[in-house]
Protein backbone atom coordinates (compact mmCIF):
# COMPACT_ATOMS: atom_id res chain seq x y z
CA UNK A 1 0.00 0.00 0.00
CA UNK A 2 1.25 3.48 -0.68
CA UNK A 3 2.17 5.21 1.83
CA UNK A 4 -0.16 8.33 2.37
CA UNK A 5 1.61 11.77 2.46
CA UNK A 6 1.23 15.60 1.86
CA UNK A 7 1.41 16.62 -1.48
CA UNK A 8 5.08 18.42 -1.03
CA UNK A 9 7.28 18.08 -3.36
CA UNK A 10 9.40 20.29 -0.65
CA UNK A 11 7.73 18.45 2.81
CA UNK A 12 5.32 20.68 4.97
CA UNK A 13 7.26 23.11 7.36
CA UNK A 14 6.62 26.47 8.85
CA UNK A 15 8.30 28.79 6.46
CA UNK A 16 10.92 31.96 6.76
CA UNK A 17 9.35 34.99 4.88
CA UNK A 18 9.78 38.64 4.66
CA UNK A 19 6.88 41.00 4.21
CA UNK A 20 6.72 42.74 0.90
CA UNK A 21 7.90 46.13 1.48
CA UNK A 22 5.27 48.82 1.47
CA UNK A 23 6.03 49.99 -2.21
CA UNK A 24 4.84 46.65 -3.45
CA UNK A 25 1.32 47.34 -3.61
CA UNK A 26 -0.32 43.56 -3.31
CA UNK A 27 -3.37 42.27 -2.57
CA UNK A 28 -3.45 39.61 0.37
CA UNK A 29 -5.31 36.46 -0.08
CA UNK A 30 -7.63 35.54 2.21
CA UNK A 31 -6.99 32.62 4.48
CA UNK A 32 -10.02 32.26 6.53
CA UNK A 33 -11.39 28.42 6.58
CA UNK A 34 -8.50 27.45 4.42
CA UNK A 35 -7.93 24.60 7.75
CA UNK A 36 -10.67 22.77 6.78
CA UNK A 37 -9.63 22.70 2.85
CA UNK A 38 -9.44 18.61 1.35
CA UNK A 39 -8.18 17.95 -2.31
CA UNK A 40 -11.81 17.77 -3.50
CA UNK A 41 -12.73 20.74 -2.67
CA UNK A 42 -10.14 22.25 -5.00
CA UNK A 43 -11.55 22.93 -8.49
CA UNK A 44 -9.16 20.77 -9.95
CA UNK A 45 -10.31 18.63 -12.84
CA UNK A 46 -11.10 14.57 -12.65
CA UNK A 47 -7.86 14.16 -14.43
CA UNK A 48 -5.62 16.30 -11.65
CA UNK A 49 -7.32 14.62 -8.69
CA UNK A 50 -6.94 10.90 -10.26
CA UNK A 51 -3.50 11.96 -9.87
CA UNK A 52 -3.02 13.23 -6.87
CA UNK A 53 -4.99 10.30 -5.46
CA UNK A 54 -2.38 7.64 -7.41
CA UNK A 55 0.40 10.06 -5.47
CA UNK A 56 -1.19 9.05 -2.68
CA UNK A 57 -1.64 12.61 -1.21
CA UNK A 58 -4.24 13.30 1.55
CA UNK A 59 -4.32 17.10 1.92
CA UNK A 60 -3.08 20.21 0.33
CA UNK A 61 -0.78 22.62 2.30
CA UNK A 62 -1.36 25.81 2.93
CA UNK A 63 0.13 27.30 0.01
CA UNK A 64 -1.69 25.26 -1.99
CA UNK A 65 -4.72 25.97 -0.77
CA UNK A 66 -4.04 29.79 -0.87
CA UNK A 67 -2.98 30.02 -4.30
CA UNK A 68 -4.03 27.12 -6.38
CA UNK A 69 -7.95 28.99 -6.55
CA UNK A 70 -5.82 32.34 -7.51
CA UNK A 71 -3.86 30.51 -10.50
CA UNK A 72 -6.79 29.05 -11.78
CA UNK A 73 -8.63 32.46 -11.85
CA UNK A 74 -5.80 33.77 -14.04
CA UNK A 75 -4.50 36.18 -11.05
CA UNK A 76 -0.99 37.01 -10.53
CA UNK A 77 0.48 35.54 -7.63
CA UNK A 78 3.38 36.21 -5.53
CA UNK A 79 4.04 33.33 -2.86
CA UNK A 80 6.28 33.96 0.08
CA UNK A 81 7.27 30.91 1.12
CA UNK A 82 10.05 28.78 2.27
CA UNK A 83 11.73 25.22 1.61
CA UNK A 84 9.36 22.73 2.66
CA UNK A 85 5.92 24.36 2.01
CA UNK A 86 4.52 22.59 -1.01
CA UNK A 87 4.81 25.29 -2.99
CA UNK A 88 5.61 23.88 -5.90
CA UNK A 89 2.68 21.87 -6.21
CA UNK A 90 1.24 25.19 -5.20
CA UNK A 91 1.84 26.27 -8.63
CA UNK A 92 2.18 23.07 -11.23
CA UNK A 93 -1.39 21.79 -10.68
CA UNK A 94 -3.54 24.41 -11.38
CA UNK A 95 -0.88 25.31 -14.23
CA UNK A 96 -1.45 21.91 -15.58
CA UNK A 97 -5.37 22.45 -15.49
CA UNK A 98 -5.47 25.83 -17.39
CA UNK A 99 -3.55 24.01 -19.96
CA UNK A 100 -5.80 20.62 -20.15
CA UNK A 101 -8.08 20.96 -23.51
CA UNK A 102 -5.86 23.90 -24.57
CA UNK A 103 -4.18 24.27 -28.18
CA UNK A 104 -0.96 22.48 -28.61
CA UNK A 105 1.91 24.64 -28.33
CA UNK A 106 4.27 26.35 -26.04
CA UNK A 107 1.89 28.26 -23.70
CA UNK A 108 3.59 28.01 -19.43
CA UNK A 109 7.32 28.54 -18.59
CA UNK A 110 9.26 27.98 -15.57
CA UNK A 111 12.07 29.07 -15.26
CA UNK A 112 13.90 28.00 -11.98
CA UNK A 113 17.39 29.06 -10.31
CA UNK A 114 19.77 25.09 -10.87
CA UNK A 115 19.48 22.26 -12.94
CA UNK A 116 18.26 20.00 -9.75
CA UNK A 117 15.19 22.58 -9.25
CA UNK A 118 14.49 22.43 -13.01
CA UNK A 119 14.25 18.49 -13.17
CA UNK A 120 12.17 18.67 -10.04
CA UNK A 121 9.95 20.83 -11.60
CA UNK A 122 9.65 19.17 -14.58
CA UNK A 123 8.74 15.67 -12.56
CA UNK A 124 6.13 17.40 -10.95
CA UNK A 125 4.39 18.60 -14.20
CA UNK A 126 4.95 15.22 -15.49
CA UNK A 127 2.98 13.45 -12.47
CA UNK A 128 0.33 15.70 -12.42
CA UNK A 129 -0.27 15.85 -16.32
CA UNK A 130 0.31 11.59 -16.77
CA UNK A 131 -3.80 11.61 -17.58
CA UNK A 132 -3.57 14.20 -19.85
CA UNK A 133 -1.37 14.47 -23.45
CA UNK A 134 0.34 17.12 -22.28
CA UNK A 135 4.04 17.21 -23.02
CA UNK A 136 7.33 18.79 -20.84
CA UNK A 137 10.85 19.56 -20.83
CA UNK A 138 13.24 20.49 -19.01
CA UNK A 139 15.77 22.55 -20.16
CA UNK A 140 19.53 23.19 -18.51
CA UNK A 141 22.99 23.45 -18.90
CA UNK A 142 25.63 21.11 -18.43
CA UNK A 143 23.93 18.53 -20.88
CA UNK A 144 24.55 18.52 -25.08
CA UNK A 145 22.40 20.52 -26.43
CA UNK A 146 21.36 18.87 -29.03
CA UNK A 147 18.40 16.74 -27.33
CA UNK A 148 17.04 19.46 -26.14
CA UNK A 149 17.03 21.28 -29.28
CA UNK A 150 14.91 18.16 -30.84
CA UNK A 151 12.54 18.29 -28.31
CA UNK A 152 12.22 21.88 -28.54
CA UNK A 153 11.45 22.28 -32.09
CA UNK A 154 9.17 18.88 -32.22
CA UNK A 155 6.69 21.08 -29.73
CA UNK A 156 6.48 20.74 -26.28
CA UNK A 157 3.35 22.78 -24.16
CA UNK A 158 5.28 23.28 -21.11
CA UNK A 159 9.32 24.13 -20.70
CA UNK A 160 11.10 24.38 -17.30
CA UNK A 161 14.28 26.22 -17.90
CA UNK A 162 17.47 27.93 -16.27
CA UNK A 163 18.02 30.87 -17.60
CA UNK A 164 21.29 30.45 -19.39
CA UNK A 165 20.52 27.69 -21.34
CA UNK A 166 16.74 28.92 -22.57
CA UNK A 167 18.76 32.53 -23.51
CA UNK A 168 21.03 29.43 -25.30
CA UNK A 169 18.14 28.12 -27.54
CA UNK A 170 15.96 31.17 -27.68
CA UNK A 171 19.33 32.88 -29.53
CA UNK A 172 19.66 29.32 -31.83
CA UNK A 173 15.61 30.57 -32.08
CA UNK A 174 14.85 26.68 -31.43
CA UNK A 175 11.98 27.70 -29.23
CA UNK A 176 9.42 31.04 -30.07
CA UNK A 177 7.01 32.28 -27.13
CA UNK A 178 4.37 33.59 -29.26
CA UNK A 179 1.51 32.04 -27.91
CA UNK A 180 2.88 32.01 -24.01
CA UNK A 181 0.43 32.18 -21.25
CA UNK A 182 2.06 31.54 -18.59
CA UNK A 183 5.02 32.49 -16.77
CA UNK A 184 6.51 31.28 -13.58
CA UNK A 185 9.90 32.93 -11.52
CA UNK A 186 10.75 29.82 -9.20
CA UNK A 187 13.08 30.65 -6.63
CA UNK A 188 12.97 34.18 -7.52
CA UNK A 189 15.80 35.36 -4.78
CA UNK A 190 17.99 32.67 -5.42
CA UNK A 191 17.94 33.41 -9.45
CA UNK A 192 18.74 37.17 -8.75
CA UNK A 193 21.40 35.76 -6.11
CA UNK A 194 22.93 33.87 -8.70
CA UNK A 195 23.52 36.81 -11.31
CA UNK A 196 20.67 36.10 -13.90
CA UNK A 197 18.67 39.44 -13.56
CA UNK A 198 20.05 40.50 -17.45
CA UNK A 199 18.59 36.77 -18.56
CA UNK A 200 15.45 36.86 -17.06
CA UNK A 201 14.84 39.87 -18.62
CA UNK A 202 16.02 39.24 -21.74
CA UNK A 203 13.79 36.23 -22.01
CA UNK A 204 10.61 38.13 -20.68
CA UNK A 205 11.00 40.35 -23.49
CA UNK A 206 10.43 37.23 -26.14
CA UNK A 207 7.17 36.59 -24.06
CA UNK A 208 3.65 38.60 -25.04
CA UNK A 209 2.95 41.02 -22.15
CA UNK A 210 -0.98 39.65 -21.88
CA UNK A 211 0.14 36.81 -19.73
CA UNK A 212 -0.36 34.96 -16.24
CA UNK A 213 2.89 35.72 -14.14
CA UNK A 214 3.80 33.90 -11.04
CA UNK A 215 6.51 34.63 -8.59
CA UNK A 216 7.90 32.26 -6.01
CA UNK A 217 10.51 33.31 -3.28
CA UNK A 218 11.49 32.76 0.07
CA UNK A 219 12.08 36.41 0.83
CA UNK A 220 11.66 40.02 -0.20
CA UNK A 221 14.61 42.06 -0.86
CA UNK A 222 14.64 45.39 -2.93
CA UNK A 223 16.06 43.37 -5.83
CA UNK A 224 12.61 40.68 -6.22
CA UNK A 225 10.61 43.47 -5.22
CA UNK A 226 11.63 45.57 -8.14
CA UNK A 227 11.34 41.93 -10.03
CA UNK A 228 7.80 41.76 -8.99
CA UNK A 229 6.84 45.56 -9.87
CA UNK A 230 8.05 44.94 -13.23
CA UNK A 231 6.57 41.94 -14.12
CA UNK A 232 3.61 41.09 -12.30
CA UNK A 233 0.04 43.33 -12.70
CA UNK A 234 -1.99 43.82 -9.38
CA UNK A 235 -0.39 40.50 -7.70
CA UNK A 236 -2.24 38.36 -5.01
CA UNK A 237 0.19 38.03 -2.05
CA UNK A 238 -0.16 34.24 -0.98
CA UNK A 239 2.25 34.13 2.00
CA UNK A 240 2.87 31.00 4.52
CA UNK A 241 4.36 30.88 7.70
CA UNK A 242 6.43 34.08 9.60
CA UNK A 243 10.06 35.22 9.43
CA UNK A 244 12.76 33.02 10.79
CA UNK A 245 10.59 30.18 11.21
CA UNK A 246 12.39 26.30 11.49
CA UNK A 247 10.76 23.28 10.71
CA UNK A 248 9.27 21.99 14.50
CA UNK A 249 10.21 18.70 13.91
CA UNK A 250 14.06 19.45 13.76
CA UNK A 251 16.19 19.09 16.85
CA UNK A 252 19.19 21.86 16.49
CA UNK A 253 23.11 21.54 18.27
CA UNK A 254 25.88 23.51 17.65
CA UNK A 255 29.08 21.78 18.29
CA UNK A 256 32.02 23.95 18.96
CA UNK A 257 35.38 22.54 17.05
CA UNK A 258 38.08 24.04 15.54
CA UNK A 259 38.53 23.93 11.72
CA UNK A 260 41.30 21.55 11.55
CA UNK A 261 38.93 19.23 13.56
CA UNK A 262 35.79 19.26 11.85
CA UNK A 263 36.17 16.50 10.07
CA UNK A 264 37.25 14.55 12.54
CA UNK A 265 34.19 15.42 14.62
CA UNK A 266 32.24 15.20 11.67
CA UNK A 267 33.46 11.22 11.38
CA UNK A 268 33.35 10.89 14.85
CA UNK A 269 29.51 11.42 15.16
CA UNK A 270 28.72 9.80 12.34
CA UNK A 271 29.74 6.50 13.67
CA UNK A 272 28.38 7.03 16.75
CA UNK A 273 24.68 6.96 15.44
CA UNK A 274 22.40 5.81 13.05
CA UNK A 275 21.75 8.17 9.69
CA UNK A 276 19.40 6.91 7.23
CA UNK A 277 21.16 9.53 5.43
CA UNK A 278 23.19 12.89 6.37
CA UNK A 279 23.55 16.24 3.99
CA UNK A 280 26.92 17.72 4.87
CA UNK A 281 27.34 21.30 3.84
CA UNK A 282 30.29 23.42 3.04
CA UNK A 283 31.17 26.67 1.85
CA UNK A 284 33.58 26.11 -0.99
CA UNK A 285 33.65 23.71 -3.66
CA UNK A 286 37.01 22.46 -2.82
CA UNK A 287 35.94 22.13 0.85
CA UNK A 288 33.40 19.50 -0.24
CA UNK A 289 35.63 17.72 -2.05
CA UNK A 290 38.34 17.65 0.58
CA UNK A 291 35.55 16.30 3.32
CA UNK A 292 35.04 13.30 0.95
CA UNK A 293 38.58 12.30 1.15
CA UNK A 294 38.92 12.81 4.84
CA UNK A 295 35.37 10.71 5.34
CA UNK A 296 36.38 8.38 3.08
CA UNK A 297 40.21 7.53 5.02
CA UNK A 298 38.15 7.68 7.82
CA UNK A 299 35.91 4.38 5.94
CA UNK A 300 33.10 6.47 5.53
CA UNK A 301 31.67 6.12 1.99
CA UNK A 302 30.65 10.08 0.74
CA UNK A 303 30.50 11.55 -2.35
CA UNK A 304 30.48 15.36 -3.38
CA UNK A 305 27.92 17.54 -5.01
CA UNK A 306 29.11 21.21 -6.57
CA UNK A 307 28.94 23.10 -9.50
CA UNK A 308 32.42 22.08 -11.13
CA UNK A 309 30.92 18.38 -10.91
CA UNK A 310 29.57 17.83 -14.52
CA UNK A 311 25.90 16.94 -14.99
CA UNK A 312 25.61 13.61 -15.02
CA UNK A 313 28.01 13.32 -11.83
CA UNK A 314 25.73 15.61 -9.80
CA UNK A 315 22.42 13.60 -11.23
CA UNK A 316 24.64 10.19 -10.42
CA UNK A 317 25.22 11.44 -6.74
CA UNK A 318 21.74 12.40 -6.40
CA UNK A 319 20.81 9.05 -7.40
CA UNK A 320 23.16 7.47 -5.13
CA UNK A 321 21.85 9.40 -2.23
CA UNK A 322 18.04 9.10 -2.27
CA UNK A 323 18.76 5.08 -3.42
CA UNK A 324 20.88 4.45 -0.22
CA UNK A 325 23.85 3.24 -2.18
CA UNK A 326 25.67 6.45 -0.72
CA UNK A 327 24.51 7.65 2.67
CA UNK A 328 26.42 10.98 3.03
CA UNK A 329 25.99 13.55 0.11
CA UNK A 330 28.76 16.74 1.04
CA UNK A 331 27.44 19.61 -1.29
CA UNK A 332 27.78 23.44 -1.37
CA UNK A 333 24.70 25.58 -1.36
CA UNK A 334 23.86 24.35 -4.66
CA UNK A 335 21.48 21.63 -2.16
CA UNK A 336 19.64 24.11 -0.33
CA UNK A 337 16.92 24.04 -2.33
CA UNK A 338 15.45 22.32 -4.86
CA UNK A 339 16.70 19.09 -3.65
CA UNK A 340 13.37 16.96 -3.25
CA UNK A 341 14.92 13.91 -0.76
CA UNK A 342 12.98 12.02 1.54
CA UNK A 343 14.12 10.47 5.06
CA UNK A 344 17.30 12.79 5.19
CA UNK A 345 17.51 12.25 9.24
CA UNK A 346 20.66 14.45 9.57
CA UNK A 347 22.19 17.85 7.74
CA UNK A 348 25.49 19.21 8.97
CA UNK A 349 26.77 22.56 8.57
CA UNK A 350 30.40 22.10 8.21
CA UNK A 351 30.44 25.90 7.71
CA UNK A 352 28.58 28.13 9.38
CA UNK A 353 26.20 29.39 7.16
CA UNK A 354 26.93 33.70 6.18
CA UNK A 355 23.18 34.33 5.80
CA UNK A 356 20.48 33.21 8.72
CA UNK A 357 18.25 32.61 5.78
CA UNK A 358 20.91 29.69 4.25
CA UNK A 359 20.69 28.24 7.60
CA UNK A 360 16.46 27.70 7.80
CA UNK A 361 16.88 26.44 3.89
CA UNK A 362 20.04 24.16 4.91
CA UNK A 363 18.02 22.36 7.69
CA UNK A 364 14.68 22.01 5.62
CA UNK A 365 16.40 19.25 3.83
CA UNK A 366 15.49 17.59 6.60
CA UNK A 367 12.50 17.31 9.11
CA UNK A 368 10.19 16.39 6.09
CA UNK A 369 7.04 15.46 6.06
CA UNK A 370 6.50 15.84 9.56
CA UNK A 371 9.22 13.25 10.43
CA UNK A 372 11.72 14.04 13.03
CA UNK A 373 15.45 15.13 12.21
CA UNK A 374 18.78 16.70 13.45
CA UNK A 375 20.51 19.62 12.32
CA UNK A 376 24.11 19.79 13.37
CA UNK A 377 26.06 23.18 13.18
CA UNK A 378 30.24 23.01 13.64
CA UNK A 379 31.31 26.20 14.79
CA UNK A 380 34.87 27.18 14.74
CA UNK A 381 36.38 29.89 16.77
CA UNK A 382 36.04 32.76 14.16
CA UNK A 383 32.06 31.22 13.44
CA UNK A 384 30.28 32.67 16.71
CA UNK A 385 29.72 35.78 16.03
CA UNK A 386 27.73 34.62 12.31
CA UNK A 387 25.97 31.41 14.85
CA UNK A 388 24.65 34.28 17.01
CA UNK A 389 23.43 36.32 14.44
CA UNK A 390 21.41 32.96 13.60
CA UNK A 391 20.05 32.47 17.30
CA UNK A 392 18.35 36.46 16.90
CA UNK A 393 16.69 35.47 13.51
CA UNK A 394 15.58 32.43 14.84
CA UNK A 395 14.58 34.21 17.96
CA UNK A 396 15.70 31.98 20.46
CA UNK A 397 19.31 30.19 21.60
CA UNK A 398 20.82 27.23 19.45
CA UNK A 399 21.85 24.35 22.23
CA UNK A 400 25.19 23.79 22.75
CA UNK A 401 27.20 20.37 22.38
CA UNK A 402 30.31 20.12 23.59
CA UNK A 403 32.38 16.71 22.27
CA UNK A 404 35.36 15.48 24.86
CA UNK A 405 38.52 15.83 22.66
CA UNK A 406 36.85 18.35 19.73
CA UNK A 407 35.58 21.66 22.02
CA UNK A 408 38.10 24.50 21.25
CA UNK A 409 37.74 25.43 24.85
CA UNK A 410 38.92 22.39 26.49
CA UNK A 411 42.75 21.37 27.13
CA UNK A 412 41.76 17.97 25.27
CA UNK A 413 40.94 19.83 21.99
CA UNK A 414 43.93 21.81 21.91
CA UNK A 415 46.25 18.87 22.83
CA UNK A 416 44.55 16.64 19.82
CA UNK A 417 44.97 19.71 17.44
CA UNK A 418 48.66 20.60 17.64
CA UNK A 419 48.99 16.83 17.47
CA UNK A 420 47.11 16.95 14.43
CA UNK A 421 48.89 19.98 13.59
CA UNK A 422 52.57 18.33 13.68
CA UNK A 423 50.81 15.51 11.74
CA UNK A 424 50.14 17.72 9.02
CA UNK A 425 53.86 19.56 8.60
CA UNK A 426 55.11 15.62 9.00
CA UNK A 427 57.97 15.37 6.40
CA UNK A 428 57.32 14.07 3.38
CA UNK A 429 57.18 9.74 3.55
CA UNK A 430 56.49 10.12 7.25
CA UNK A 431 53.56 7.46 8.06
CA UNK A 432 51.62 8.92 9.98
CA UNK A 433 49.42 6.18 11.79
CA UNK A 434 45.70 7.35 12.50
CA UNK A 435 43.17 5.44 14.22
CA UNK A 436 40.92 3.86 11.02
CA UNK A 437 36.82 4.90 12.21
CA UNK A 438 34.35 2.30 11.20
CA UNK A 439 32.24 3.11 8.59
CA UNK A 440 28.53 4.18 8.59
CA UNK A 441 26.41 1.53 9.98
CA UNK A 442 23.65 0.66 7.11
Known sequence: ??????????????????????????????????????????????????????????????????????????????????TGTGKTAAFTLPLVQRLIGGPRRTRALILTPTRELCVQVEESVTKYARHSPLDVVSVYGGVPIEPQTQALRAGVDVIVATPGRLIDHLERQNVIFDDLEILVLDEADRMLDMGFAPQISAIVKEIPAFRQTMLFSATMPPEVEALARKYLRKPLLVQVGRRSSAASTVTHA??????????????????????????????????????????????????????????????????????????????????????????????????????????????????????????YTFMAPDEI??????????????????VEGYDFGTAGADRESRAEGAAAAAPAGKTVITKKRRSIRG
Do not use: C
Open 1 to 82: MKKAVNAVEDAPQEAEVEAPPAELVTERASTEGSETIRWVDLPLSPEIQRAIAEAGYVSPTPIQQQAIPLVLRGRDVMGLAQ
Open 254 to 375: VYPVAHNRKSALLAELLNREEHESALVFTRTKSGADRVVRQLELAGIPATAMHADKTQPQRTKAIEDFKSGVIKVLVATDIAQRGLDIQNITHVVNYDVPQQPEDYVHRIGRTGRAAKEGDA
Open 385 to 402: AMVRTIERVLGAPIPRVS
